[in-house]
DNA sequence: CTGTTTTCTTAATCTATGTTATTGGTTACT
DNA sequence: AGTAACCAATAACATAGATTAAGAAAACAG
């Protein structure tokens, strides 16, 4: 299975909770328990450090131009981030449903200017943490910089095998791609924003669909 | 200048040199100290853990599947980091002419499976730096820290910036965006090689430069 | 609940890029 | 030097995917 580049985001096991539904949100702590092993008072130091927060949809978290101050935790909801090309176009570059982390992992690293806006899709919400007190966490918790440091590392190589692959493979590749990547966003949310990622316009991705329909 | 995302890698500066010519090969100091300041002792440390190696055209020096020891920072001639698809076509993801630097960037950090194979384009002359001896040198010289941190931010951004650009730009576009960021590349390595990186084939590539040529 | 906006589908047409094949020119091998 | 292997150019033809337009369905806001 070469698309489970995201180990530690849980994108195997979380099912999309849809907006609609009472939420029953995962927090930090749960998600990141599974991964490394946290005593009472490492969990109590990171709870303080993160701030819970209410999103409604099309609101915008990380601002293109200015620095990515947080990297968030989605408890429920979706979010995407993405780049405006030249021509007013949107490019998405990531997809965060329930369980993911998302912020622009650049600017949030270098704490440069950022090219990606991040933006919820659906009412959401989220958990974030700053970078100064990402770092603080992790002079006290060491075990906490490997998580990270493995969610950075597998974020350049998902992004580098996207590279490839929109080099390499076919609109129904990728878009096969897309869906074992996200299952659970299929059908949740709108198809415009499912061709915006694979790269195709809304018209043709609604052609393949429907001819992969037939072919069942 | 969207596209001078390697500013410590000096492609700005250098001149590619022709294996042809007698080589005057600037070295890994002399490069580092264009960036960050160094004493003598520094620079004899850092001399001390770097292994210069020559390098046939067609050397590979980072394998598919194996972990990458090294990163490689290119004296004269030119090397191409790239991976192959499942129908054996080669898509290169960068170039090195001299004073880059190159490695499978993930597989050297994470020191897991490499997923792309690096190799001379020409005859070539390398400095290698193992992981275990930058970790090292990182210890004693903690600004060297810094400057291969940028380094690798830089690798992301670039890398980012490459995806989003086939996503939204045209062959011709993706062409002069090459021409841009390896000026010194454009006739001294096959074209074929340029159309594998900017992912057009050769036929199409040369079809675009009779164009350019006419339109001016 | 209703009018407005957004999204999805379908179809006709168009275009950028791929495919295949041929030719001539370089470079490498012995 | 001679042959093989590789590389660039060109052209005719093929196709994946874009564009435009229009109507239907869904989602949203007041």
């Given at each position: 299975?070469?698309?489970?580049?995201?180990?530690?985001?849980?994108?195997?096991?979380s099912v999309y909770k849809s907006v609609y539904l009472p939420m029953t949100c995962t927090?930090?702590?749960?998600?990141?328990?599974?991964?490394?092993?946290?005593?009472?008072?490492?969990?109590?130091?990171?709870?303080?450090?993160?701030?819970?927060?209410e999103l409604k949809r099309?609101?915008?978290?990380?601002?293109?131009?200015?620095?990515?101050?947080?990297?968030?935790?989605v408890l429920s909801g979706c979010?995407?981030?993405?780049?405006?090309?030249?021509?007013?176009?949107?490019?998405?570059?990531?997809?965060?449903p329930a369980e993911?982390?998302?912020?622009?992992?650049?600017?949030?690293?270098?704490?440069?200017?950022?090219?990606?806006?991040?933006?919820a899709i659906t009412d959401s919400e989220?958990?974030?943490?700053?970078?100064?007190?990402?770092?603080?966490?992790?002079?006290?918790?060491?075990?906490?910089?490997?998580?990270?440091?493995?969610?950075?590392?597998?974020?350049?190589?998902?992004?580098?095998?996207?590279?490839?692959?929109?080099?390499?493979?076919?609109?129904?590749?990728?878009?096969?791609?897309?869906?074992?990547?996200?299952p659970s966003l299929i059908n949740e949310i709108?198809?415009?924003?499912?061709?915006?990622?694979?790269?195709?316009?809304?018209?043709?991705?609604?052609?393949?669909?429907?001819?992969?329909?037939?072919?069942?």
């Amino acid at each position: 299975m070469r698309y489970l580049v995201y180990p530690v985001q849980g994108n195997d096991t979380s099912v999309y909770k849809s907006v609609y539904l009472p939420m029953t949100c995962t927090n930090v702590i749960t998600n990141l328990s599974r991964h490394i092993s946290l005593t009472k008072e490492e969990c109590d130091l990171i709870s303080s450090k993160v701030r819970q927060v209410e999103l409604k949809r099309k609101k915008v978290i990380i601002h293109e131009g200015q620095v990515a101050k947080d990297v968030a935790f989605v408890l429920s909801g979706c979010l995407r981030s993405y780049s405006v090309d030249d021509n007013g176009f949107e490019h998405i570059l990531q997809f965060a449903p329930a369980e993911w982390w998302i912020t622009d992992m650049y600017s949030f690293i270098a704490q440069q200017p950022a090219y990606l806006t991040v933006e919820a899709i659906t009412d959401s919400e989220i958990a974030l943490l700053s970078r100064k007190d990402q770092l603080d966490l992790f002079d006290q918790i060491p075990k906490l910089e490997r998580y990270f440091r493995i969610l950075t590392e597998n974020s350049l190589v998902g992004t580098r095998q996207r590279l490839i692959d929109n080099l390499s493979l076919t609109a129904k590749q990728r878009y096969e791609n897309f869906c074992n990547l996200y299952p659970s966003l299929i059908n949740e949310i709108p198809q415009k924003l499912i061709a915006e990622y694979i790269g195709v316009t809304p018209e043709f991705l609604s052609k393949m669909r429907t001819q992969l329909l037939r072919s069942r």
